[in-house]
């Protein structure tokens, strides 16, 4: 039987599939020392600044930028654009569709910031020396930091993976978190996506959330009965979206968002606008 996700109080990795790096691991060198070897190199201020990999827990996250510059250009072969998250407050780079969909789950769980390409990091393996950029850290509500990566499976080369495990290194040397995102786990991103069509502040003058929370207060309700419970159903399925995204009700992300859909109360509310 299928596990649910609970929109309230899943996690991230909840909801992107499990990413295997095999035996890429054994190619990098991470003899004694390695940790003062391998550095990261950020773009804090108007400048270029590296650090060995042991002291990049103490790097200054707020006040760095990008490393590397969003371009857009006629018939170029991915999708770079600016994502605008409720949490931040702010317009974020992106630069595919895979990594916009990252940016709009962070959103929803709520991270405190995120940084684009955060660093290029310089790392030892077998062959000699090479380079990566990760492409977020986001920095978690709690104050951890989480690196990520995304690629689709299909399109991961040795190369790549071999990379991806060099910034699974750094990131534990640091106390950070790390993932690559290969993958959603069914129906998450449909769900998500259309949850964020009423993400931004919504102006409740017909009372209908308290309504709404009444309707659930005895148990999980479908979401169109629930609409339908309120003094205005049609206004009242915005508001049951909204508040579903700021997690003050709660549905299962692992099947499709529908009429039937059970809603309950989250367990885990946020502030809602």
């Known amino acids: 039987m299928k596990a649910e996700i609970r929109s309230d109080s899943c996690g ?21 020392g390695w940790p003062r070897r391998w550095s990261g190199t950020w773009l804090v201020g108007a400048g270029e600044v590296s650090w060995p990999v042991r002291d990049m827990g103490s790097v200054p996250v707020s006040s760095s930028k990008p490393v590397r510059q969003f371009t857009w ?5 991915h999708r770079p654009g600016l994502q605008f998250m409720v949490c931040t407050g702010r317009h974020h ?12 789950a962070l959103d929803f769980l709520g991270v405190s910031d995120v940084l684009p390409q955060p660093f290029c ?36 080369k ?42 931004r502040p919504l102006k409740d003058r017909l009372g209908l959330r308290q309504q709404v929370e009444v309707a ?23 508001h049951v979206t909204h508040m579903l995204w700021h997690r003050r009700l709660a549905t299962d ?16 509310a946020m502030g809602c606008g």
Request: contains cysteine; charged residues 20%; proline residues 6%.
């Open 12 to 32: 991230l990795e909840q909801l992107i599939a499990a990413y295997d790096e095999g035996r890429i691991r054994d190619q990098l060198v991470l003899t004694d």
């Open 121 to 156: 990091l310089d790392f030892e393996h077998r062959q000699g020396r090479s380079q990566h950029i990760p492409d977020f850290l986001a920095v978690l509500p709690d104050g951890s930091l989480w690196l990520f990566d995304v690629r689709p499976g299909n399109l991961i």
């Open 216 to 238: 659930v207060g005895s148990g999980p309700v479908p979401f169109a009965e629930l609409a339908a419970s309120t003094s205005f159903p049609v206004v009242a399925r915005a």
């Open 93 to 104: 780079g992106f630069e595919s569709l895979e990594e916009q969909r990252l940016l709009l």
């Open 253 to 268: 992300l692992g099947c499709p968002l529908g009429d039937r859909s059970l809603v309950w109360p989250g367990s885990a």
């Open 158 to 199: 040795e190369s790549d993976a071999l990379k991806f495990a060099a910034a699974r290194e750094a990131a534990a040397a640091c106390g950070w978190h790390y993932s690559v995102v290969t993958e959603w786990r069914p129906h998450v991103h449909g769900v998500l996506d259309h949850l964020s069509s009423q993400r």
């Open 73 to 77: 250009r006629a018939r170029q072969g």
